[in-house]
């Protein structure tokens, strides 16, 4: 209505221009009279009728063709206290991985897939080793270390122990005094076989974990008895799957499902030193970073050579682990350059328990 009454008052007021005009029988006056009185309708029809129609128009073809979406609120349960992830935030290091649940762990561990070798990084601690664990030579032999050596004697076959000079025991159990050690015996000439080192070990959590990747694995360390991978030996490396330095890193020459695993020994690094002795890996064999150092440069210095290969299945893609090794058509083993090192890794829990397992 507001709009119908200025525009009323425009009409009367070009009707009385004109009146006005026609009175005076000035033309030239009504024609300029005529021109403002139009302009100035012409603007007032633009700003009180056109401009709120087409704002009328445009709200309307918006509500129609192109309506807003409502927001959706969506209802989380309240998380569970033993089911906690680890979150990754962009240029953030990722935290610690953390328990999902205790369960029943499974004959093997989940594969761990590795990268290629790194480009070279600054290791974060230089882990220290008395004078006394890096001399080497023969041990003193207590009842706890006979015992070892009686293990690892007792589970070797005759073809693992003639075609292999280095022997690398670790005991992966939770509690016993061989729980969490790692020896390491050499073949004499004579055959026997004579411990040279025992030092401090951490192996797997075994449990289920969500890894820095956002991946749910099994932080286990395989039983069993493994060959070390020639082509992965690393003086320096870094694992992608867990965000962490692995100094001295030798890789298992283990297939498992058509893929290496990334199993390995190496050195601590960032905090590792003060947990050797208790499971806290996410599945390597951890030593302190000067025993993996010495062990690293010992096999490449003194044990290469022609290894027996370990029996494959093809069916399955997985190498055995078990000593089973490879055979020609004659039966003669298939023998491949590698070193002359054999890793034997034992759920064991000290002197009792080995003794009943023989």
């Avoid at 230089?126 to 664990?133: C, H, K």
């Avoid at 039983?223 to 867990?242: I, N, V």
């Avoid at 096999?299 to 290969?309: A, E, I, N």
């Avoid at 029996?311 to 083993?333: C, H, V």
């Amino acid at each position: 209505m507001f709009s119908l009454r200025i525009l009323g008052i425009c009409y009367f007021a070009m009707a009385t221009f004109l009146a006005l005009a026609l009175a005076t029988a000035d033309r030239a006056r009504l024609h300029d009279v005529m021109d403002k009185a139009s302009a100035a309708a012409a603007d007032r029809i633009r700003d009180d009728l056109l401009r709120p129609v087409l704002i009328l128009a445009r709200a309307l073809d918006e509500k129609i063709f192109d309506p807003p979406k409502p927001h959706v609120v969506l209802a989380l349960p309240a998380p569970d206290p033993n089911d906690m992830r680890t979150y990754a935030k962009a240029g953030v290091p990722p935290r610690a991985p953390v328990r999902l649940a205790d369960v029943p762990a499974p004959q093997m561990a989940e594969p761990l897939f590795i990268a290629p070798d790194l480009p070279q990084f600054q290791i974060l601690e230089d882990d220290a080793a008395d004078a006394a664990s890096l001399e080497g030579g023969n041990l003193a032999e207590t009842p706890e270390r006979m015992q070892v050596r009686a293990r690892l004697e007792q589970s070797l076959t005759r073809d693992l122990r003639e075609n292999f000079d280095l022997f690398l025991f670790v005991g992966k159990g939770a509690r016993g005094t061989a729980a969490q050690r790692f020896y390491v015996f050499r073949k004499e000439k004579d055959g026997r076989l004579a411990l040279i080192y025992d030092w401090a070990a951490s192996t797997g959590r075994e449990r289920y974990e969500i890894s820095p990747q956002g991946r749910r694995t099994f932080t286990a360390t395989p039983s069993g008895f493994y060959q070390l991978d020639p082509k992965r030996m690393y003086s320096q490396y870094q694992s992608r799957a867990w965000n962490g330095a692995m100094p001295y890193a030798m890789f298992f020459n283990w297939e498992q499902r058509g893929n290496l695993t990334g199993v390995a020994i190496h050195g601590t690094a960032g905090g590792g030193a003060a947990k050797l002795g208790k499971r806290a890996s996410a599945g390597c064999i951890h030593i302190s970073r000067a025993h993996a150092k010495q062990l690293f440069e010992l096999v490449r210095r003194d044990y290469g050579g022609q290894v027996p290969r370990f029996a494959y299945d093809e069916g399955s893609g997985t190498m055995s682990n078990r000593g089973a090794l490879m055979r020609d058509a004659a039966g003669a083993l298939t023998m491949t350059e590698g070193y002359r090192v054999l890793i034997d890794v034992e759920d064991v829990s000290g002197v009792h328990t080995m003794a009943q397992l023989y």
